[in-house]
């Protein structure tokens, strides 16, 4: 039975209440991070991704051609192809090797290589069930066998252990040395009885039926040539056309993954040992496998091939960059964050490989940050991925709640003006503004200019939800750079939602329902439509297509985010700001979608640059302040998590003030701040730039 949102709610909160956790998780992910940006100094990153998706997308278009090239080429030197085309068909395949392998052995030992193949199809257990002993002979994945769990990251299985930890499973000193040491004397003689090595492989040459393995422990040259047959299981997407395919592979696989230019080990494996090949090495004592078998795993993925949408997440070379990368993997774990394939890649692949009901309980712990696609090596579009799932996926009473009301303008607006003397009352809850900025506004047609305001141009509002009932002084900012250049401003009162907030609760039809009604509202408007909300400038201008949303170019083209709209307005008009203001430090936050979606990172500071002030960057620490809409609603605990992540960052910088161009981040960051009691002020950027107006 699927597992109950309640139960999967403890394991969360368990992960956020170990302390020994986070801190192992905040070393580990900063630290890959860190490494994977410096190996990246030397080799430039957008070119080698534009060249290996190019690669990676040209092989699944030839991947039936590949997998028979690559089945002749293997037979030819030796070697035997198997394919099976779920994980029972695998199971069975590696099950009956095995076997026939280990010649009538009553407990027969068969050594692993670290694979992710096999996690999938849950290959230990069988084994084992059948009465062998299974030996993984990585570390990380030999302190998970030892420990009876599963691996928490794609490639750092044990990234939610210490040196501590590992030195009690092994009971050994906790020294790095130490723990080797005892590895590889408990190994050796492993290795050395083994019936049957098995391996995975991050490619397979279908132009010389060569695997490739990526390692930096020796183990895998004990385990692929001691045993006298080797089984090598991978998935059909690990196979590509040529060597050249491959080589693009290792120049971005290391560097993404561990932040190597080349990790320790590569080995090329052609095929078992010929047998003069054996009567030579046993003249020296090494012998090599008499059998070599490569078993082909589809299991989903020629479902996922035939989909265009989820085609692109067939080209993953498995670096596990996405998971570095993300946020709310950093705060709850891999255990958490996927089934057996985790971080967001695995909330993508799961649903192939294991059915919808293991991934939508973990895909809600996605913010949509959009960190995962930004640091892909192959530019594989994950958060679109994670939301298609998301749609299908069970969704929480509290979720359901929230879009019932929101979708719901005229209920939503009653309920908000209520609640809102009553809000921020508690601790850690955000605060409603008492008077919206749809109050304030000017007239809905922005036609008629104000009192002693002289003709110019028209100009539209778009305030968002969020800035019309939590941060109107971002709106009011707006309109007052906007009327100080000369603008008409009109602010249409039928506008409500963009639909991102249903959106990314896995809502499309409802997130297309607020979209087009906002369309209807600010159709008739005049002139430019300005937002200071840079998600929902996303969300209108690039997202609202995939819910659904009908072409409306026309309506799109007038629409600006605020950040870039102030920066050219007053790039153009300096005499448009004061000049006798003392500089002041602003922290600056980038927002998720204002620096991922939009790609927005000099704009905001050049802006604040213009208007006087001096901008800090906030050290990286999670990526992101932990809003993510709904998210913050369902994981309130996850999210603030981040959000004290970020007012670490903050307060390193020794700024009093910080800035950011979206009204979630700015609304979430202001009631961490006052939970915790941080004398901070967090303001949008127009607000701060409308102080400084002449």
């Known amino acids: 039975m699927p597992e109950s949102r309640r139960h999967f709610s403890r394991r969360v909160n368990r992960a956020l209440d170990d302390p020994k956790l986070e801190r192992a998780l905040i070393h580990a992910m900063t630290g890959l991070r860190s490494r994977r940006d410096a190996a990246f100094r030397s080799f430039d990153f957008a070119t080698g991704r534009a060249d290996l998706k190019q690669r990676r997308r040209a092989n699944l278009e030839r991947l039936p051609e590949l997998i028979e090239r690559f089945t002749e080429r293997l037979e030819a030197v030796g070697g035997k192809a198997h394919f099976a085309k779920d994980a029972a068909a695998a199971r069975e395949i590696i099950g009956q090797i095995c076997w026939n392998a280990a010649g009538g052995q009553r407990r027969p030992i068969v050594t692993k290589v670290k694979s992710m193949a096999g996690e999938e199809i849950e290959l230990n257990p069988y084994l084992e069930s059948l009465g062998m002993e299974v030996v993984e002979t990585d570390l990380g994945e030999r302190m998970v066998q030892l420990t009876n769990t599963h691996p928490s990251h794609l490639i750092a299985p044990a990234i939610h252990l210490t040196k501590e930890d590992a030195a009690r499973v092994f009971g050994t000193e906790p020294t790095v040395e130490a723990i080797q040491a005892h590895a590889r004397e408990s190994l050796r003689q492993k290795f050395i009885a083994a019936a049957v090595g098995i391996s995975g492989a991050n490619m397979a040459i279908a132009e010389t039926g060569t695997i490739v393995l990526v390692t930096n422990e020796g183990n895998a040259d004990l385990t692929t040539t001691l045993p006298p047959v080797h089984i090598a299981l991978f998935g059909i997407d690990k196979i590509v056309a040529s060597l050249d395919d491959a080589v693009a592979m290792l120049r971005m696989l290391p560097r993404s993954g561990t932040g190597q230019i080349m990790t320790s080990y590569v080995n090329w494996i052609t095929g078992p040992s010929r047998s003069a090949d054996i009567e030579q090495s046993l003249t020296i004592g090494v012998h090599g496998p008499r059998e070599m078998h490569c078993v082909i ?272 307005l007053l790039a153009n008009r300096p005499e448009l700001l004061r000049t006798d203001q003392m500089s002041l430090k602003i922290a600056y936050h980038d927002s998720c979608q204002t620096l991922r979606q939009l790609g927005l990172k000099s704009e905001p500071r050049q802006l604040l640059d213009l208007a006087g002030y001096e901008v800090e960057n906030i050290p990286d620490i999670a990526n992101c302040c932990g809003f993510g809409g709904t998210f913050s609603l369902e994981w309130p605990r996850v999210a603030e998590r981040l959000a004290e992540w970020k007012l670490d960052a903050i307060a390193k910088t020794g700024c009093t003030v910080v800035a950011s161009d979206n009204p979630g981040c700015l609304m979430h960051i202001t009631t961490a701040a006052r939970k915790r009691g941080m004398e901070l002020r967090v303001a949008h950027v127009l607000e701060l730039v409308a102080e400084h107006l002449a």
Not at 464 to 483: F, G, K
């Open 297 to 568: 795993l589809d299991n989903g993925r020629e479902e996922m091939r035939a989909d265009p949408l989820f085609r692109d997440a067939l080209t993953c070379i498995r670096c596990g960059a996405c998971s570095n990368a993300c946020p709310p993997f950093m705060a709850v774990s891999g255990h958490q964050f996927g089934h057996i394939y985790n971080g967001p890649i695995g909330l993508v692949l799961t649903p192939f490989h294991h059915g919808l009901d293991e991934a939508d309980l973990p895909n809600t712990l996605c913010t949509q940050c959009n960190a995962c696609q930004e640091i892909c090596p192959v530019d594989i579009p994950l958060p679109r991925q994670i939301l298609e799932h998301r749609r299908k996926g069970r969704k929480s009473l509290r979720k359901q709640a929230l879009l019932g009301v929101w979708e719901r303008p005229g209920l939503a607006d009653r309920l908000l003006r209520a609640g809102a003397p009553f809000s921020g009352l508690v601790p850690g809850t955000p605060r409603l503004a008492r008077v919206p900025y749809r109050d304030v506004a000017p007239e809905s047609d922005g036609t008629t200019p104000k009192a002693g305001q002289t003709e110019g141009e028209p100009l539209t509002i778009f305030a968002s939800c969020m800035v019309d009932r939590m941060l109107p002084a971002s709106a009011v900012a707006l309109q007052r750079i906007a009327e100080a250049a000369g603008y008409k401003v009109g602010f249409p009162k039928g506008q409500w939602c963009c639909g991102l907030i249903a959106a990314n609760a896995g809502d499309f039809k409802g997130a297309n329902k607020l979209n087009t009604s906002l369309a209807g509202a600010l159709r008739d408007s005049k002139g430019l439509i300005v937002t200071p909300s840079a998600s929902c400038f996303g969300a209108f201008t690039i997202d609202a297509p995939d819910w659904g949303a009908p072409e409306d170019e026309p309506l799109r083209a007038r629409f600006r985010d605020s950040t870039r709209f102030a920066l050219q």
